[in-house]
Protein backbone atom coordinates (compact mmCIF):
# COMPACT_ATOMS: atom_id res chain seq x y z
CA UNK A 1 0.00 0.00 0.00
CA UNK A 2 2.76 2.30 0.98
CA UNK A 3 1.31 5.79 0.87
CA UNK A 4 0.93 5.94 4.34
CA UNK A 5 3.34 3.55 5.67
CA UNK A 6 6.12 1.37 4.31
CA UNK A 7 4.56 -1.70 2.56
CA UNK A 8 3.61 -4.47 5.00
CA UNK A 9 4.07 -2.19 7.73
CA UNK A 10 0.55 -0.49 8.03
CA UNK A 11 0.53 3.01 10.10
CA UNK A 12 2.55 2.06 12.54
CA UNK A 13 5.40 4.41 11.34
CA UNK A 14 2.87 7.24 11.77
CA UNK A 15 2.90 8.97 15.43
CA UNK A 16 0.64 12.26 16.09
CA UNK A 17 3.63 14.41 15.77
CA UNK A 18 4.49 13.22 12.10
CA UNK A 19 1.21 13.02 9.64
CA UNK A 20 1.62 12.24 6.45
CA UNK A 21 1.25 15.51 4.43
CA UNK A 22 -0.42 16.14 0.69
CA UNK A 23 2.05 16.99 -1.86
CA UNK A 24 2.31 20.74 -3.05
CA UNK A 25 -0.94 22.41 -3.59
CA UNK A 26 -3.18 20.73 -1.31
CA UNK A 27 -5.00 21.13 1.71
CA UNK A 28 -5.72 18.10 3.91
CA UNK A 29 -7.67 16.56 6.67
CA UNK A 30 -6.55 13.50 8.72
CA UNK A 31 -8.06 11.31 11.88
CA UNK A 32 -5.57 9.26 13.05
CA UNK A 33 -6.74 6.48 15.86
CA UNK A 34 -4.57 5.20 18.12
CA UNK A 35 -4.93 1.90 20.72
CA UNK A 36 -2.50 0.07 22.71
CA UNK A 37 -2.93 -3.38 24.44
CA UNK A 38 -0.37 -2.44 26.93
CA UNK A 39 0.51 1.52 26.97
CA UNK A 40 3.81 3.08 28.30
CA UNK A 41 3.63 5.49 31.60
CA UNK A 42 2.08 8.36 31.44
CA UNK A 43 0.86 6.98 27.54
CA UNK A 44 -3.03 6.78 26.71
CA UNK A 45 -4.16 3.36 25.27
CA UNK A 46 -6.84 5.41 22.96
CA UNK A 47 -6.15 8.53 21.51
CA UNK A 48 -7.59 10.37 18.59
CA UNK A 49 -5.47 13.26 16.66
CA UNK A 50 -7.22 15.45 13.78
CA UNK A 51 -4.69 17.08 12.01
CA UNK A 52 -5.34 20.00 8.92
CA UNK A 53 -2.38 20.10 7.11
CA UNK A 54 0.30 20.31 9.78
CA UNK A 55 -1.65 21.20 12.44
CA UNK A 56 -3.60 19.59 14.97
CA UNK A 57 -7.10 20.29 14.71
CA UNK A 58 -8.53 18.80 18.14
CA UNK A 59 -7.15 15.81 20.12
CA UNK A 60 -9.15 13.43 22.38
CA UNK A 61 -7.32 10.70 24.69
CA UNK A 62 -8.64 7.88 26.92
CA UNK A 63 -6.24 10.01 29.57
CA UNK A 64 -7.99 13.44 29.20
CA UNK A 65 -11.40 11.80 28.88
CA UNK A 66 -12.25 15.04 27.21
CA UNK A 67 -12.00 16.21 23.55
CA UNK A 68 -9.77 19.70 22.98
CA UNK A 69 -9.25 21.86 20.80
CA UNK A 70 -5.55 22.40 19.36
CA UNK A 71 -4.95 25.75 18.00
CA UNK A 72 -6.82 28.50 19.39
CA UNK A 73 -8.35 29.46 16.01
CA UNK A 74 -9.81 25.81 16.50
CA UNK A 75 -11.38 26.55 19.86
CA UNK A 76 -12.50 29.96 19.06
CA UNK A 77 -15.31 29.19 16.58
CA UNK A 78 -16.62 26.41 17.82
CA UNK A 79 -18.93 26.60 21.25
CA UNK A 80 -19.19 23.94 24.59
CA UNK A 81 -21.55 21.41 22.81
CA UNK A 82 -19.23 20.99 19.75
CA UNK A 83 -16.37 19.38 22.61
CA UNK A 84 -19.46 17.91 24.59
CA UNK A 85 -20.17 15.68 21.26
CA UNK A 86 -16.54 15.19 19.97
CA UNK A 87 -16.00 13.81 23.99
CA UNK A 88 -19.12 11.52 23.67
CA UNK A 89 -17.94 9.86 20.58
CA UNK A 90 -14.32 9.50 21.41
CA UNK A 91 -15.69 7.62 24.86
CA UNK A 92 -17.64 5.52 22.71
CA UNK A 93 -14.76 4.62 20.91
CA UNK A 94 -12.68 3.70 23.61
CA UNK A 95 -15.21 1.00 24.31
CA UNK A 96 -15.35 -0.22 20.91
CA UNK A 97 -11.53 0.04 20.31
CA UNK A 98 -11.57 -2.28 23.49
CA UNK A 99 -12.87 -4.78 22.31
CA UNK A 100 -11.49 -4.59 18.87
CA UNK A 101 -8.16 -5.25 20.44
CA UNK A 102 -9.73 -8.20 22.02
CA UNK A 103 -10.89 -10.19 18.93
CA UNK A 104 -8.40 -9.37 16.65
CA UNK A 105 -5.96 -11.15 19.15
CA UNK A 106 -8.22 -14.37 18.91
CA UNK A 107 -8.53 -14.04 15.36
CA UNK A 108 -4.74 -13.75 14.76
CA UNK A 109 -3.79 -16.18 17.84
CA UNK A 110 -1.89 -14.07 19.21
CA UNK A 111 -3.02 -13.95 22.41
CA UNK A 112 -1.61 -11.36 25.53
CA UNK A 113 1.41 -8.79 25.27
CA UNK A 114 1.11 -5.96 23.92
CA UNK A 115 -0.64 -4.99 20.24
CA UNK A 116 -1.91 -2.00 18.36
CA UNK A 117 -4.30 -0.61 16.13
CA UNK A 118 -4.02 2.46 13.95
CA UNK A 119 -6.57 3.62 11.58
CA UNK A 120 -6.21 6.61 9.53
CA UNK A 121 -8.59 8.70 7.05
CA UNK A 122 -9.39 11.46 5.53
CA UNK A 123 -9.86 13.98 2.13
CA UNK A 124 -7.21 16.43 -0.01
CA UNK A 125 -8.15 19.45 -1.68
CA UNK A 126 -6.54 20.32 -4.45
CA UNK A 127 -6.26 24.17 -5.34
CA UNK A 128 -7.94 23.03 -8.62
CA UNK A 129 -11.13 22.13 -6.40
CA UNK A 130 -10.54 18.42 -7.00
CA UNK A 131 -10.98 16.20 -4.74
CA UNK A 132 -9.47 13.00 -3.42
CA UNK A 133 -10.44 10.94 -0.09
CA UNK A 134 -8.76 7.60 1.70
CA UNK A 135 -9.43 5.54 4.52
CA UNK A 136 -6.82 2.72 5.63
CA UNK A 137 -6.30 0.67 8.77
CA UNK A 138 -3.62 -1.54 10.76
CA UNK A 139 -3.15 -4.10 13.43
CA UNK A 140 0.38 -4.91 14.91
CA UNK A 141 2.07 -3.08 12.07
CA UNK A 142 0.35 -4.82 9.25
CA UNK A 143 -1.60 -3.37 6.59
CA UNK A 144 -5.67 -4.93 7.40
CA UNK A 145 -8.10 -3.25 5.39
CA UNK A 146 -8.43 0.14 3.20
CA UNK A 147 -11.81 1.06 1.18
CA UNK A 148 -11.96 1.09 -2.36
CA UNK A 149 -14.44 4.30 -2.50
CA UNK A 150 -15.01 3.72 -6.22
CA UNK A 151 -16.44 0.37 -5.81
CA UNK A 152 -17.62 1.09 -2.16
CA UNK A 153 -16.01 -2.10 -1.23
CA UNK A 154 -13.34 -3.26 1.68
CA UNK A 155 -9.24 -4.31 0.64
CA UNK A 156 -8.22 -7.01 2.80
CA UNK A 157 -4.45 -7.20 3.47
CA UNK A 158 -4.77 -10.75 4.84
CA UNK A 159 -6.35 -13.94 5.37
CA UNK A 160 -7.52 -12.64 8.50
CA UNK A 161 -9.25 -8.96 7.18
CA UNK A 162 -11.19 -11.38 4.77
CA UNK A 163 -13.56 -11.84 7.88
CA UNK A 164 -14.46 -8.17 7.63
CA UNK A 165 -14.08 -7.59 4.14
CA UNK A 166 -16.93 -9.81 3.89
CA UNK A 167 -19.14 -8.43 6.83
CA UNK A 168 -18.99 -4.56 5.58
CA UNK A 169 -18.96 -5.44 2.22
CA UNK A 170 -22.60 -6.76 2.89
CA UNK A 171 -23.26 -3.11 4.24
CA UNK A 172 -24.44 -1.35 1.19
CA UNK A 173 -25.48 1.65 3.07
CA UNK A 174 -22.40 2.00 5.41
CA UNK A 175 -19.93 2.13 2.36
CA UNK A 176 -22.18 4.60 0.57
CA UNK A 177 -21.95 6.86 3.63
CA UNK A 178 -18.44 6.60 3.60
CA UNK A 179 -18.22 7.14 0.01
CA UNK A 180 -20.17 10.66 0.99
CA UNK A 181 -18.28 11.13 4.16
CA UNK A 182 -14.52 10.97 2.22
CA UNK A 183 -15.89 12.91 -1.44
CA UNK A 184 -18.32 15.61 0.50
CA UNK A 185 -18.12 15.74 4.38
CA UNK A 186 -14.85 15.95 4.79
CA UNK A 187 -13.81 18.28 2.18
CA UNK A 188 -16.64 20.14 3.91
CA UNK A 189 -14.89 20.12 7.29
CA UNK A 190 -11.88 20.86 6.16
CA UNK A 191 -13.04 24.12 4.20
CA UNK A 192 -14.75 24.93 7.35
CA UNK A 193 -11.02 24.70 9.38
CA UNK A 194 -9.05 26.46 6.49
CA UNK A 195 -11.34 29.46 6.98
CA UNK A 196 -10.98 29.24 11.06
CA UNK A 197 -7.28 28.79 10.72
CA UNK A 198 -6.86 31.08 7.26
CA UNK A 199 -3.80 33.38 8.71
CA UNK A 200 -1.72 29.96 9.76
CA UNK A 201 -2.80 27.72 7.30
CA UNK A 202 -3.08 29.40 4.25
CA UNK A 203 -0.09 31.79 4.85
CA UNK A 204 2.93 31.62 2.00
CA UNK A 205 6.02 32.57 3.58
CA UNK A 206 9.13 33.01 1.02
CA UNK A 207 12.19 31.00 1.90
CA UNK A 208 15.80 32.43 2.12
CA UNK A 209 19.11 30.02 0.88
CA UNK A 210 22.74 29.83 1.54
CA UNK A 211 25.32 27.85 -0.42
CA UNK A 212 28.56 26.94 1.21
CA UNK A 213 31.21 24.23 0.65
CA UNK A 214 33.76 22.19 2.50
CA UNK A 215 36.47 19.87 1.59
CA UNK A 216 35.37 16.03 0.79
CA UNK A 217 37.40 13.11 0.25
CA UNK A 218 39.62 12.48 -2.59
CA UNK A 219 40.18 15.90 -3.78
CA UNK A 220 36.33 16.41 -4.07
CA UNK A 221 33.91 19.29 -2.59
CA UNK A 222 30.90 19.31 -1.06
CA UNK A 223 28.49 21.89 -2.21
CA UNK A 224 25.62 22.90 0.37
CA UNK A 225 22.37 24.62 0.10
CA UNK A 226 20.11 25.78 3.33
CA UNK A 227 17.15 26.53 2.79
CA UNK A 228 15.01 28.32 5.21
CA UNK A 229 12.23 30.14 6.99
CA UNK A 230 9.60 29.16 4.39
CA UNK A 231 5.72 27.97 4.50
CA UNK A 232 4.08 25.63 3.51
CA UNK A 233 6.24 22.72 3.71
CA UNK A 234 6.29 21.26 0.75
CA UNK A 235 9.39 22.51 -1.51
CA UNK A 236 11.48 21.45 -4.65
CA UNK A 237 15.48 22.69 -3.77
CA UNK A 238 18.00 21.19 -6.60
CA UNK A 239 21.30 21.90 -7.68
CA UNK A 240 22.34 23.02 -11.57
CA UNK A 241 25.36 22.17 -13.22
CA UNK A 242 25.66 24.61 -16.27
CA UNK A 243 21.85 25.47 -15.85
CA UNK A 244 20.48 21.51 -15.94
CA UNK A 245 19.68 19.73 -12.95
CA UNK A 246 21.21 17.48 -11.52
CA UNK A 247 18.84 15.71 -9.06
CA UNK A 248 20.05 12.60 -9.74
CA UNK A 249 23.37 13.53 -7.73
CA UNK A 250 21.46 15.97 -5.24
CA UNK A 251 21.16 14.38 -1.61
CA UNK A 252 18.62 15.44 0.47
CA UNK A 253 18.28 16.05 4.36
CA UNK A 254 14.65 16.10 4.39
CA UNK A 255 12.36 18.85 5.63
CA UNK A 256 12.18 19.52 9.27
CA UNK A 257 10.49 21.81 11.45
CA UNK A 258 12.52 25.50 12.14
CA UNK A 259 10.90 25.62 15.52
CA UNK A 260 8.97 29.13 14.48
CA UNK A 261 6.12 27.87 12.47
CA UNK A 262 8.11 27.59 9.12
CA UNK A 263 10.48 24.76 7.78
CA UNK A 264 13.98 24.28 6.43
CA UNK A 265 15.93 21.68 4.30
CA UNK A 266 19.48 21.83 3.05
CA UNK A 267 20.22 19.68 -0.21
CA UNK A 268 24.27 18.67 -1.36
CA UNK A 269 26.27 17.50 -4.17
CA UNK A 270 29.42 16.56 -4.60
CA UNK A 271 31.70 17.78 -7.33
CA UNK A 272 35.37 17.72 -9.05
CA UNK A 273 36.25 21.55 -8.36
CA UNK A 274 38.92 20.60 -11.11
CA UNK A 275 36.28 20.41 -13.44
CA UNK A 276 35.33 23.99 -15.20
CA UNK A 277 31.44 24.02 -14.41
CA UNK A 278 28.60 26.65 -12.95
CA UNK A 279 27.22 25.49 -10.36
CA UNK A 280 23.80 26.56 -8.52
CA UNK A 281 20.96 25.91 -6.03
CA UNK A 282 17.71 25.99 -7.91
CA UNK A 283 14.51 26.78 -5.18
CA UNK A 284 10.76 26.64 -6.53
CA UNK A 285 8.23 27.30 -3.85
CA UNK A 286 4.56 28.23 -4.04
CA UNK A 287 5.23 31.29 -2.53
CA UNK A 288 7.14 32.58 -4.95
CA UNK A 289 6.13 33.92 -8.47
CA UNK A 290 9.01 32.54 -10.25
CA UNK A 291 11.91 30.07 -8.85
CA UNK A 292 14.81 31.49 -7.87
CA UNK A 293 18.77 30.25 -8.03
CA UNK A 294 21.83 30.98 -5.90
CA UNK A 295 25.00 30.51 -7.48
CA UNK A 296 27.92 28.84 -5.96
CA UNK A 297 31.33 30.81 -6.70
CA UNK A 298 34.88 29.09 -4.96
CA UNK A 299 36.42 31.01 -1.72
CA UNK A 300 33.44 33.92 -2.18
CA UNK A 301 32.98 34.69 1.21
CA UNK A 302 29.52 37.20 -0.14
CA UNK A 303 28.10 33.55 -1.37
CA UNK A 304 25.68 33.50 2.15
CA UNK A 305 24.95 37.33 1.45
CA UNK A 306 24.52 37.04 -2.27
CA UNK A 307 21.38 34.16 -1.44
CA UNK A 308 19.95 36.72 0.93
CA UNK A 309 19.72 39.64 -1.93
CA UNK A 310 18.47 37.34 -4.44
CA UNK A 311 15.64 36.23 -1.71
CA UNK A 312 15.09 40.00 -1.03
CA UNK A 313 14.49 40.64 -4.68
CA UNK A 314 12.20 37.69 -5.06
CA UNK A 315 10.21 39.42 -2.35
CA UNK A 316 9.87 42.63 -3.70
CA UNK A 317 9.28 41.31 -6.74
CA UNK A 318 6.53 39.58 -5.15
CA UNK A 319 5.14 42.20 -3.33
CA UNK A 320 5.02 44.36 -6.71
CA UNK A 321 3.71 41.84 -8.71
CA UNK A 322 0.83 41.92 -6.61
CA UNK A 323 -23.53 17.90 3.44
CA UNK A 324 -25.59 15.40 5.19
CA UNK A 325 -24.90 11.51 5.38
CA UNK A 326 -28.58 10.08 5.34
CA UNK A 327 -27.76 6.89 7.57
CA UNK A 328 -28.05 5.43 10.33
CA UNK A 329 -26.58 8.51 12.16
CA UNK A 330 -27.49 11.52 9.84
CA UNK A 331 -25.33 14.53 9.51
CA UNK A 332 -22.23 12.14 11.25
CA UNK A 333 -19.05 10.75 9.96
CA UNK A 334 -19.34 6.94 9.60
CA UNK A 335 -16.97 5.03 11.95
CA UNK A 336 -13.87 3.67 11.46
CA UNK A 337 -15.02 0.20 11.57
CA UNK A 338 -13.07 -3.23 9.59
CA UNK A 339 -12.85 -4.56 12.81
CA UNK A 340 -14.86 -7.95 13.39
CA UNK A 341 -17.23 -8.75 15.84
CA UNK A 342 -18.65 -5.31 16.55
CA UNK A 343 -20.77 -2.23 14.50
CA UNK A 344 -19.05 0.84 13.67
CA UNK A 345 -20.08 3.41 15.88
CA UNK A 346 -21.02 6.15 13.61
CA UNK A 347 -19.31 8.90 14.66
CA UNK A 348 -18.12 12.78 13.75
CA UNK A 349 -14.40 13.44 13.64
Aim: negative net charge.
Amino acid sequence: MGEFGAPGSGLLGLTPSSPSLPPSGLHSRRVLDTVVSKPGPGLPWFSRVVFVDDQVNYVYTSGMQRAKPGPLWMAQPEGPEFWDERTLWGQRWQTWFNMSLNTLSQVYSRGEGFHIIQTMFGCDLREDNTVRGFYQDSYDGRDFLTFDKETMTWVAADIGAQITKRRWDAEINDNQGWKHYLEETCISWLRNSLEYGKETLQRKVRPTARVSDRSSHDGLTTLSCTISGFYPRDITVTWLKNGESRQQETYSEGILPSGDGTYQTWVTMEIDPKIKAHYSCHVEHESLLEPFSVPWEPNNSLIPVLAGVISAVVLIGGIIGVVVWKNKCPGKEPGVGGFPGFPRPCTPA
